[in-house]
């Protein structure tokens, strides 16, 4: 089997493949060729090719760490960001179980949304501090089917929430320092009001 270039009668050039097979014995040989238009079949071939290389822009642009797991915990695929959040090489990330990768352990922590999702099948959503990749993060658990409806696996997403939760926990101590200075400022109102009062009783 091979393709050639095939010619319209109105000139136009179009894709052809040819097979050819050979029949009977001797004398009797015969040589079958069946030519046949491909131009149908290569053009959804480059659309498929191009919907792939338009998705996977997409999917590396992304700056959620995203990971597409089996229900094995197995990482299959990962985005550009995936590799930048978890310091690792995309041939290291896709040898290793999820939670070696994101959490440094050799299985799943306690509340993990993951394992939630595989369980029941329904997304799931935390946010926590990773100590083993020193960021805030939040994990959503997506789940994924077959065409059979049957779960296969799942889409975990990463958002780095660090600079969020730094900025809350700073505006947190300001609000506290606020508190303590009004707190200070109404005990020495108190305090002057009652001097005040106290020396009208000593004049009087």
Not at 11 to 18: D, L, R, T
Not at 67 to 92: C, P, R, W, Y
Not at 147 to 156: A, I, P, Q, R, Y
Request: charge should be negative; proline fraction near 3%.
């Amino acid at each position: 089997m091979f393709e050639l270039a095939g010619r319209r009668n109105n000139g136009e050039v179009f894709p052809v493949e040819v097979s050819l097979s050979l029949s009977g014995e001797g004398e009797q040989r015969i040589l079958t060729g069946l030519i046949r238009d491909v131009t149908r079949h290569k053009k959804l071939i480059e659309e498929l090719a191009s919907a792939k290389e338009q998705w996977e822009e997409i999917f590396n642009t992304i700056s959620d760490a995203i990971t597409i797991h089996d229900k094995d915990f197995n990482i299959i695929q990962a985005n550009n960001a995936a590799v930048e959040i978890l310091g690792q090489s995309m041939e290291t990330i896709l040898r290793h179980k999820c939670f070696q990768s994101y959490h440094g352990t050799e299985g799943p922590p306690m509340a993990c949304p993951s394992c939630a999702t595989l369980k029941t099948g329904i997304a799931s959503i935390s946010e926590v501090y990773e100590p083993h990749l020193r960021k805030h993060i939040e994990v959503k658990a997506l789940p994924r089917f077959d065409d059979e409806h049957n779960l296969s696996g799942l889409v975990h997403v990463v958002t780095d929430i660090t600079a969020r939760k730094k900025a809350e926990e700073k505006q947190q101590k300001l609000q506290a320092q606020l508190n303590q200075v009004q707190k200070m400022e109404s005990i020495g109102r108190l305090a002057g009001g009652i001097a005040h009062d106290c020396l009208l009783y000593t004049s009087d």
